[in-house]
């Protein structure tokens, strides 16, 4: 099953990563790390590359340079499923849930890397899918309880409101049982008091999972008051990876985020 | 928590309640009652309404459930035929297999497992192609396979065609419609509980996962290559079994059988009966064969009116027969309200 590396070591080790899309480099030698059990965020101003490195992370995008490694074990270059093996989950900046399936299915489906019966076990319904199916309802069971999902258990997902889609898309991330968590923009869309609870959500999943949790981008004013750490991204670079007191007062930072709201106010940030 | 156990085998029963039940063997009965009833033209019929049953079962799994297209389905269910028959011919010359009691349910098996075979052949591309391109892959599969049948006479039998020897185990013939019917009625309900099972399943969750979002799917832990290659082969599977029994029912196989309008009626029955459930390729398949012999004095029609067909479910029930046949069972349930 899944080995625990050098307990005190780094969880994930982000080395001199570049992406580049044609003549678009998307991120330059970018170097970041995430201990275990660690609350940080990536934050920067829109189309700094934060969906692009969670990506790279993850496997969907292939880094054109550098390396990354979780555990210790160098990933780049294995394919999604097999990261999401390793103990790394995600949500979306713009949900990717299943639609036509239910709450109960898609947290289900975050335990599709623990089912431990075959093809034929699900053909047949055998006892030792019997015995597998049933273990992973349990284990949903109880992220269904800390989320306060059972009500729409049975509801098809794509009926629900939107910070709940949110949630159960935690939930699916929380069922695969990670090391680490890449949240992307959780808050986005969602009311102020959806965001003040999932404020509490994420801190309970760090601290009772005592998994590590990475916020990209979201709402300055809720990263800033959860983060343990903040890297920043400006245009694909690292210009500042600090404590967020720290960040908050880095000239670079607000240079970075005053440049966006010049050129496009509306959008605050 | 035993409760909590039992409440989950619940969910995951595939027949709930005793209404369900009592539905299921009335069912099951007037399934097996039939062919007493029935004059024996229309047993030869449902017959063949059991064997698209099959193919639309499985087709849906790939269509409805994966999300992928296929417009070549005939080329397994060819395959599946001309496999079982060459099956059936060489054990039946040699007398070796016929000691295990085969070879009729053999034959089946073999069919399904070689249209297998070239299902994961034609569903490897689908790994790089997405959406038209991999269709465009299933159809020239399927205009392939009869090309290479018509072409291949050691293989077809040529413009002769080629005769299969009936269904026997051991000196017991099952030559007569009515025991045909219960031999492919019988694969009929066990490729159902089959499909039922694995669309419950993990395996079930992965295929209409990668349907919604395949990204998703990937970085949650599901390997694309491999259930999208599954999909295939089971796909193909089911269109290969159903092939071998064609070709029973048949007892004789020509090429020309395997054109790309059965493809298409094979996808009219899923779309028209609902896409992504199994009752619903059942629903789809029943009523186009039913409707197929029903016009049997019109063939040169029937491609407009299968295709008026499709267009009037899709314009008016989008998830099709099955849909909605949900919607008039759920308005029931609450109607007094
Ligand atoms: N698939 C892609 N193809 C081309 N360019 C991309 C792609 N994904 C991201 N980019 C580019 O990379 C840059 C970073 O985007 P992104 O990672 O989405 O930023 P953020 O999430 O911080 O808003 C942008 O300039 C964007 O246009
Ligand atoms: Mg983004």
Same mark, same amino acid.
């Given at each position: 099953m899944r080995e625990n590396h050098g307990g005190a070591g780094p969880l994930l080790e982000v080395?001199?990563?570049?992406?580049?899309? %044609? %003549?678009?480099a998307a991120l330059t030698d970018v170097n970041l790390?995430?201990?275990? %059990?660690?609350?940080?965020s990536v934050i920067g101003p829109n189309g700094a590359g934060k969906t692009s490195l969670f990506n790279c992370i993850t496997g969907l995008y292939r880094p054109t340079a550098g390396d990354i490694f979780f555990g210790g074990r160098r990933i780049n270059g294995l394919t999604a499923d097999r990261i999401a093996a390793l103990g790394i989950a995600r949500t979306f900046q713009n949900i990717e849930l299943f639609s036509h399936m239910t709450t109960l299915d898609n947290l289900l489906l975050g335990r599709h890397l623990h089912m431990r019966a075959g093809f034929f076990d699900a053909a047949f319904a055998t006892r030792r899918w019997w015995r597998n199916e049933v273990a992973q309802r349990r284990r949903v069971e109880e992220i269904m309880d800390m989320l306060d999902l059972q009500s729409v258990r049975h509801r098809r997902v794509a009926s629900?409101?939107?910070?709940?889609?949110?949630?159960?898309?935690?939930?699916?991330?929380?069922?695969?049982?990670?090391r680490l968590l890449l949240l992307d923009e959780p808050s986005a869309g969602m009311t102020e008091e959806e965001k003040a609870d999932l404020v509490f959500t994420i801190r309970d999943v760090q601290e009772e999972l005592g998994i590590a949790v990475v916020l990209g981008g979201d709402d300055l004013r809720m990263v800033m008051e959860i983060s343990q750490r903040i890297v920043v991204l400006d245009r694909g670079r690292v210009i500042a990876d600090d404590v967020p007191a720290v960040v908050q007062k880095d000239p670079k930072v607000i240079e970075a985020y005053l440049g966006e709201e010049a050129m496009d106010p509306a959008r605050g940030a | 928590m035993t409760q909590l156990i039992q409440r989950y085998e619940e969910e995951m029963a595939l027949v709930r309640g005793g209404a369900a039940w009592t539905g299921l063997v009335l069912l099951l009965g007037a399934l097996a009652a039939l062919p007493w009833l029935l004059p024996g033209y229309y047993v030869y019929i449902l017959n063949f309404v059991g064997i698209n049953v099959i193919v639309a079962i499985g087709l849906n799994l790939l269509v409805g459930y994966t999300g992928q297209i296929s417009l070549g389905h005939v080329g397994f269910v060819a395959i599946g035929a001309y496999a079982a028959t060459h099956f059936i011919r060489?054990?039946?010359?040699?007398?070796?297999?016929?000691?295990?009691?085969?070879? +009729?349910?053999?034959a089946v098996f073999i069919g399904g497992a070689a249209a297998a075979v070239f299902g994961v052949l034609v569903g490897l591309p689908a790994i790089r192609l997405e959406g038209p391109y991999l269709t465009i892959v299933t159809l020239g599969f399927g205009l392939a396979v009869q090309q290479i049948l018509i072409n291949w006479p050691a293989v077809s039998g040529g413009r002769i065609g080629m005769f299969v020897p009936q269904p026997a185990l051991g000196? +017991?013939?099952?030559?007569?419609?009515?025991?045909?019917y219960y031999l492919v009625w019988t694969v009929v309900i066990g490729m159902s509980l089959v499909a039922f099972n694995l669309t419950r399943s993990h395996v079930g969750r992965a295929f209409i996962a990668i349907r919604d979002s395949d990204i998703a799917a990937e970085v949650t832990g599901v390997n694309l290559k491999y259930y999208k290659t599954l999909a295939f082969a089971v796909s193909a599977f089911y269109a290969g079994a159903a092939g071998a029994l064609l070709a029973y029912v048949m007892q004789y196989l020509e090429p020309t059988m395997f054109n790309l309008y059965e493809s298409i009626y094979y996808l009219a029955m899923v779309v028209v009966g609902g896409l992504g459930t199994i009752p619903g390729a059942m629903f789809g398949a029943v009523l186009l064969t039913l409707l197929q012999y029903g016009l049997s004095h019109a063939q040169e029609y029937l491609p407009v009116i299968y295709g008026g067909i499709v267009i009037l479910v899709m314009a008016l029930e989008p998830?099709?027969?099955y849909g909605r046949w949900l919607k008039i069972k759920l308005w029931m349930k609450t109607w007094p309200m």
């Open positions: 080395r001199n990563v570049s992406l580049q899309f %044609g %003549g678009i790390t995430v201990h275990p %059990g660690e609350l940080m629900l409101p939107y910070g709940m889609q949110k949630l159960v898309e935690v939930g699916r991330a929380l069922a695969t049982e990670p | 060489a054990t039946e010359a040699s007398g070796v297999v016929a000691a295990l009691g085969g070879p +009729f349910w053999m000196s +017991f013939v099952l030559g007569s419609d009515r025991s045909l998830m099709g027969l």
